[in-house]
C-alpha cells in the first residue's frame, strides 16, 4: 500500500447544512466540537452508515423509519436511496417518505454486472431508474461480478474490458435520458478495485466517477493523488476513512473485505489514515460542486439502544468535518 501524504489544514468558506441544537450538544458532549462550514450544503449520508447493505446475510438492517430520522436528527439534509428494497420503489412514495424526513434526494448505488458480453445490463438498470424520481440524481455504478458479496472477483480478458466500456457508455446514456448523471464507483471486490483498472478506466471510458476514499485506498490507489490528478472526471464524492493496517490485510489476503468490516476497517472521518481534509481541500479547489456523502460501511448484529449506534459515528465525522474549515 502506498504511504499516504501527512494530513495538512486547508480553509474553506462555505455556508450550508443546519445542524440542529440536539445535534450541537450530542456532538459537544463527545468532545467533538460541531459541525460547520465543510457540513453544509452538499453533504449527505448513505444508509450503509446505519448497516443498510444490498449483501445478502450483511448484519442487522434497521428500519428506513429510524435511519431518516437520525440523519435529519444529526442536521443532514440529503440521503443516498440505499439498497433495493430499503426505500419505497414507487417514486411518488419514495419522494414523500423523504420530504417526510425532511432529506432531499442525491442518488442511489446501483450494482450492475457490466463486463459479461453474453449479459444486458440495461433492464436492471431501467427498472432501477423507475425508482429514481425527479432528475438530477447521481447513479453510483458498481461493476460487481455477479456473486454474492465483495470477497471474490474475476481477472477480465480484452473481451469483458471491451464489454465493460460499451456497458459504462450505455448506462450513462440511459441515465442522461433520464434526466440524470452516472458515476463508476471503483469499490472493493468488483472489477474495478485496484489502481490499474482505475486507470484502465479513465483512459477507456468517458465515464464519470465516483471517488469513494475509502474503497480507492483499499485497492491500493492513494484517494488524494488520484483526486489532484482525475479531478475533472470526478463527478461524486464518498468519504470514508480507514485504518491503513486493515486495508493492509485485505489487499495481502489474509482477511476477506467483510471480515475487515466487522474488525472496524471503516473509522469515523479524522480517526483514520486517509488525509480527509486534504481530500475535500483538493476537490474544492479544482472546482468540485458535488455531493460528499458520509459513508462509513458497518455491520450491526442487532438493533441498537435509542441515541445509542451507527448516529455516534456519523456525529463524529459531522464534527470532523466541522473543524476543517
Known sequence: MRDLPPREAHRRDRGGTQVSNETTAELGAAGQGTAGPVAAGRIAAAPISWGVCEVPGWGHQMEPGRVLAEMRALGIGATEFGPDGFLPADPRDRSALLAFHGLAPVGGFVPLVLHDPDRDPVPELARA???????????????????????????????NWAALFRNLDRAAALAAERGHRAALHPHVGTVVE?????DRVLAGSDVPLCLDTGHLLIGGTDPLELARSAAARISHVHLKDVDAALAEGVQAGRATYTDAVRAGIYRPLGQGDI???GIVASLEGAGYGGWY???????????????????????????FLGRTP
Request: hydrophobic residues 40%; without cysteine; negative net charge.
Open 194 to 198: 485496484r489502481r490499474e483498472e482505475v
Open 129 to 159: 431508474l423507475d425508482a429514481f424520481g425527479d432528475p438530477g440524481a447521481t447513479v453510483v455504478l458498481a461493476a460487481v461480478t455477479g456473486l454474492d458479496g465483495y470477497d471474490e472477483r474475476p481477472v477480465l480478458d480484452a473481451g
Open 275 to 277: 488525509d480527509i481534509a
Open 293 to 319: 456523502v458520509l459513508e462509513q460501511d458497518t455491520i450491526l448484529e442487532s438493533e441498537p439502544a435509542p441515541d445509542a449506534g451507527p448516529r455516534r459515528d456519523v456525529s463524529t465525522s459531522l464534527a
